[in-house]
C-alpha cells in the first residue's frame, strides 16, 4: 500500500539554526499539507501546497517557514531559524484530489523537531 | 468557542464492551467529518470517514448530527488494540481543505 515518508525521524538542532524537513508524498496525489503537533496539545494546520504553489496557510506559519517541491517526489519544509517553541512533531499529508474519497489526508510518521 | 471540541476522557473500557464518545463542531458550514486514529507518538491514521447516513465499518459506527453540530463513534466489542486517542476531524467550507483537529479522546482497553 502506498505511504507518505518522511525524513529524518528525529531532528535535534540549536535555536537560531535552519532545519529542512522531509516528505515524499503519495505519488499519484496532487496535494500536498504540513501539520504540526506540539507534545500534548492537538494537531495544527500548517500550510497546504497544490500546483507548485501554497494554497492555503495558518498564523502559525509566518516568514520563518517556507515550502518548497524540488522535485517530482521531494516535498519539504524549511524552517530559517529555528525558536525553542518549534519543537514539535511536524506531519506531512498527501491528498488525491481526484476520484473517489478526495478529501482523504494520509499522514507520513513525522519527524520530531527538537530546539535546544 | 473551540472549532471542534472533544472529551479528552480517559475512557477505561473492560474488553469486550461497547465505548461511545462524541465530538462537537462550531461552524454549521461544515463540509466533511472523520474519526482518525493516533496512538502515542505516532501518526493520526484515518479510521472512518462520517456520512450523513451514519456509517459501520465493522466494529465501529459513526453517526453526524447537522442539527446539533456533532459526531459520534461507537466501537462495539472493545479490544485491547482499540487503546489508542480517537481524534475527530472537520474541514470547514470554505477553508479548503484543511483539516480541523479535536484535541481527541483517549480509551484505554483493559482485560
Known amino acids: 500500500e502506498p505511504e507518505v515518508t518522511q525524513t529524518p525521524s528525529h531532528q535535534v538542532t540549536q535555536m537560531g539554526q535552519e532545519v529542512i524537513l522531509r516528505c515524499v508524498p503519495i505519488?499519484?496525489?496532487?496535494?500536498f499539507y504540513w501539520y504540526r503537533q506540539i507534545l500534548g496539545q492537538k494537531v495544527e494546520f500548517l500550510v497546504s501546497?497544490?500546483?507548485?504553489?501554497?494554497?492555503?496557510k495558518s498564523e502559525i506559519f509566518d516568514d520563518q517557514f517556507s515550502v518548497e517541491r524540488p522535485d517530482g517526489s521531494n516535498f519539504t519544509l524549511k524552517i530559517r531559524s529555528t525558536k525553542l517553541e518549534d519543537s514539535a512533531m511536524y506531519f506531512c499529508?498527501?491528498?488525491?484530489?481526484?476520484?473517489?474519497?478526495?478529501?482523504?489526508?494520509?499522514f507520513g510518521p513525522g519527524t520530531r523537531l527538537t530546539v535546544l | 468557542r473551540k472549532e471542534v471540541e472533544q472529551d479528552p476522557g480517559p475512557f477505561n473500557v473492560p474488553e469486550g464492551a461497547t465505548v461511545a464518545f462524541n465530538c462537537t463542531y462550531s461552524n454549521s458550514a461544515s463540509q466533511s467529518f472523520f474519526w482518525y486514529r493516533q496512538d502515542c507518538r505516532k501518526e493520526p491514521k484515518l479510521l472512518m470517514s462520517v456520512y450523513s447516513s451514519g456509517n459501520e465499518d465493522g466494529r465501529f459506527t459513526a453517526q453526524l448530527n447537522r442539527a446539533s453540530q456533532y459526531i459520534s463513534l461507537l466501537i462495539r466489542d472493545s479490544k485491547l488494540s482499540d487503546s489508542a486517542t480517537y481524534l475527530c476531524v472537520v474541514i470547514f467550507k470554505a477553508a479548503g481543505n484543511k483539516l480541523t483537529f479535536g484535541g481527541g479522546t483517549r480509551v484505554l482497553v483493559k482485560p
Open positions: 499529508a498527501s491528498r488525491a484530489g481526484t476520484g473517489k474519497g478526495t478529501d482523504t489526508q494520509y
Open positions: 505519488s499519484n496525489h496532487l496535494y
Open positions: 501546497f497544490y500546483n507548485n504553489e501554497i494554497s492555503e
